[in-house]
């Protein structure tokens, strides 16, 4: 096989592979380009790859709420041909130009004809990540997720997710598209040493339920993390198993759903531990001092001793280091 020739594959498959020793998914697609000169959408010409972290699809496909056009717009844009094969899409926009009234006509008669199959595939990843996952019945408690998911298989033949696992397999050296073609040149330009050799395996999956299979083999093997996030309530992929908020804006803000957490969990430690609410207060006194009265060296001297040995302080306090009373009673000599 040449190399790269598996883009053609991925193209004419559902537009996705994955990664699994890395971690990652590999989208390939014709994107829709929206010129803002003359407000019309139009179909690139050129493929464009991208690559996330394994298991955005899932998150990305459970979080969607189809019934929306918007949702429905944001999905199909970034993985359209996990809905509809890549000749279709090219009939369906065929180097035209379309303003927001033809492009919401396609796209609503492309929700109508796949809404049924994405709401019934949502269906089911729900309770399968309920009974795997999130809620298991006390019978299953004391069993891994993905043994839970073998059970679920064996007693519910309704989730035809759970037996969709046809996929192709790639395995192939990825080094550079162009390293010379007779022997001496591919060896002088191994020599340069710009780039190691590698074996790069993908799976593609051949349907939208097969690759929403393998993301949930991922999930259920803890080689990422699914999690809800606290503060909007989504899932989201993470590489810890304690993340609790997501990196995706927060509703009506401009901040992310993470910094709002930290912020909240900064607020709730603060209500919750004296020393620590002790020293922010000082700190915050010493700060507005220093810059209400810059001329005044006291000011400043204090605040930058109590900056630099108040953290030091601060940081052995959180490890541990020196208890609640020893922390408090310095801050207080030092207020």
Same mark, same amino acid.
């Given at each position: ?55 955005? $699809? ?13 949702? $429905? ?189 930290? $912020? ?72």
């Amino acid at each position: 096989m040449q190399e790269f020739t598996y883009v053609q594959d991925i193209l004419d498959g559902i537009g996705f592979a994955i990664n699994e020793e890395k971690n990652h998914e590999i989208i390939i697609n014709y994107p829709l380009i929206f010129n803002k000169k003359n407000r019309k959408y139009s179909l690139s010409d050129d493929y464009q790859i991208t690559s996330q972290p394994l298991g955005t $699809f899932l998150t990305d496909f459970i979080n969607a709420d189809f019934e929306k056009y918007d949702d $429905f717009f944001d999905f199909f844009s970034k993985y359209s041909l996990s809905i509809i094969k890549c000749g279709e899409i090219k009939k369906l926009f065929n180097h035209s130009l379309f303003d927001d009234e033809s492009i919401q006509s396609i796209f609503t008669v492309i929700a109508s004809k796949n809404k049924t199959q994405l709401l019934n595939l949502q269906e089911q990843i729900d309770m399968i990540l309920d009974y795997c996952l999130v809620h298991p019945n006390k019978l299953a408690q004391n069993f891994k997720p993905i043994e839970r998911m073998y059970a679920l298989r064996r007693i519910d033949a309704s989730f035809t997710i759970l037996t969709s696992n046809k996929a192709t397999f790639y395995s192939f050296p990825a080094f550079s598209s162009n390293p010379g073609k007779s022997e001496e040149e591919i060896y002088n330009f191994l020599s340069q040493k710009k780039s190691k050799v590698t074996e790069l395996n993908l799976i593609l999956p051949n349907n939208l339920p097969v690759l929403l299979y393998r993301s949930l083999i991922a999930v259920l093997t803890e080689q990422v993390y699914l999690r809800i996030c606290k503060n909007c309530g989504k899932y989201f992929i993470s590489s810890s198993k304690l993340a609790d908020y997501c990196n995706n804006l927060a509703p009506n803000s401009k901040k992310t759903c993470k910094q709002i957490g930290k $912020f909240s969990t900064f607020r709730d430690n603060m209500q919750n531990d004296p020393a620590l609410a002790l020293y922010y207060k000082i700190y915050n006194r010493k700060l507005a001092m220093k810059l209400r009265y810059p001329d005044i060296k006291k000011y400043s001297s204090d605040f930058d001793f109590f900056k630099t040995i108040g953290k030091a302080k601060l940081e052995k306090y959180k490890k541990r280091g020196i208890s609640s009373e020893t922390f408090i009673k310095w801050l207080k000599k030092n207020s």
